[in-house]
């Protein structure tokens, strides 16, 4: 009885990840899915992903139409809740808003997912981006600020995200070798910032700092100003002095 307990156990943890497997895919694809596109992504046989996708359905984590499956307003409805009750936002948001007026530039709080990023709150600046930063998209964690999270993992969970890699290409075209890459990451955690240009975007400069708990020194997300590289570049050293303040200015008000 208890083996069968266990694996009935074991059955349903594995359908629920196979749940969020299935959200996750929608959410990164930026376009309605069909089915076999959903079954495939998610490395489901069809009829699993159908059974999956039709009880997200019912729960509206997931429409459908005539283009094929994508996010539901369920999920939009749980972001929202995410973004007024989190305490690491509602604490940043002010420290935003006040680095965003001293810099007039773009400022931003990045939490990391996986092996990705996440956009939790952002304040624009004087100097808007050619670009939107997007509030809950997912990005990468090799390029921009996403190498600050790099920075700070122990070598397992780096080796696991980077996996695969010789060489980190950015959009101004650069191919950082990956071992030059991991001495760049060790300069970030020695320095406590990291500075980037054209790595995801071309012509943009952007400055960034861990946020870390004040007791054990977790890493709970990354302060981040973006700007124009004519905006950004020649104020580096006052950007970067202010990013750093920011980061232990919400470090000290989370409790």
Do not use: C, W
Not at 143 to 157: I, N, P, Q, R, S
């Amino acid at each position: 009885m208890a083996d069968d307990a266990a694996g009935q156990e074991r059955s349903t943890m594995r359908s629920v990840e196979r749940a969020f497997d299935v959200v996750d895919l929608l959410s990164d694809s930026g376009r309605p899915l069909r089915l076999a596109e959903v079954a495939r992504g998610a490395g489901l046989h069809i009829a699993t992903a159908q059974r999956i996708l039709r009880v997200l359905e019912r729960r509206n984590y997931v429409v459908q139409d005539s283009a094929g499956y994508s996010v539901g307003a369920a999920a939009l409805a749980a972001a929202h809740s995410f973004l007024v009750g989190n305490h690491l936002v509602l604490t940043a948001t002010p420290v935003l808003q006040e680095l965003a007026a001293a810099l007039g530039l773009t400022a931003s709080l990045s939490v990391r997912v996986g092996a990705a990023r996440v956009m939790a709150a952002r304040v624009e600046g004087a100097s808007p981006l050619r670009y939107q930063l997007p509030v809950g998209g997912r990005l990468p964690l090799h390029l921009g600020a996403g190498k600050v999270f790099l920075a700070y993992m122990d070598e397992a969970a780096r080796d696991e995200v980077l996996a695969g890699m010789e060489k980190v290409e950015t959009a101004g075209g650069s191919a950082i070798p990956m071992d030059e890459y991991v001495s760049l990451l060790e300069g970030i955690a020695a320095t406590g910032y990291a500075v980037s240009r054209n790595e995801r975007v071309v012509g943009a400069v952007s400055v960034s700092a861990p946020v870390r708990s004040r007791d054990a020194g977790e890493l709970l997300g990354v302060v981040q100003v973006s700007g124009r590289e004519e905006d950004l570049e020649d104020r580096l050293a006052e950007a970067t002095r202010e990013v750093l303040n920011a980061a232990a200015s919400i470090a000290a008000r989370m409790r």
